[in-house]
C-alpha cells in the first residue's frame, strides 16, 4: 500500500531552521508530483511547496525565499528545508502526492517556532 512517511519536525527557535525529510513508498515515486501542505490550530490545510515531476517548483508568497522543496527520486523523499523560521510557521506539516485523480497524504510532521 502507498505509505508517506514525514520526519524532521522539532521545536526551535525563531530565525532557526529545519530540515523536512518525506519518505514514499508503495508509489512510482518519480511520476508524481510531491507537496507539502501545513495545518496550524484552528485554520485549514494550507499549502507550502510543490514540486513537480520535472522538479518545477511553487510556493506559497509566506514560504517564498525561506523554504526549498527538493526531491531525490533514486531515494523516493522529498525534502523541505525551512530557514528563518517565524511563530507562524507553527503547523503539522504534510506530505502529498499527487498524480492525476490520486492524492495521497503522510500523517503529519509538526513544527513548533517559539521563544
Known amino acids: 500500500q502507498v505509505q508517506l512517511v514525514e520526519s524532521g519536525g522539532d521545536a526551535v527557535q525563531p530565525g532557526g531552521s529545519l530540515r523536512l525529510s518525506c519518505s514514499a513508498s508503495g508509489i512510482i515515486f518519480s511520476a508524481h508530483a510531491m507537496g507539502w501542505y501545513r495545518q496550524a490550530p484552528g485554520k485549514q490545510r494550507e499549502l507550502v511547496a510543490t514540486?513537480?515531476?520535472?522538479?518545477?517548483?511553487n510556493y506559497a508568497g509566506s514560504v517564498k525565499g525561506r523554504f526549498t522543496i527538493s526531491r531525490d527520486n533514486a531515494k523516493n523523499t522529498v525534502y523541505l528545508q525551512m530557514s528563518s523560521l517565524k511563530p507562524e510557521d507553527t503547523a503539522v506539516y504534510y506530505c502529498?502526492?499527487?498524480?492525476?485523480?490520486?492524492?495521497?497524504w503522510g500523517q503529519g510532521t509538526q513544527v513548533t517556532v517559539s521563544s
Open positions: 502529498n502526492a499527487e498524480l492525476r485523480f490520486f492524492s495521497f
Open positions: 514540486i513537480t515531476s520535472g522538479g518545477s517548483t
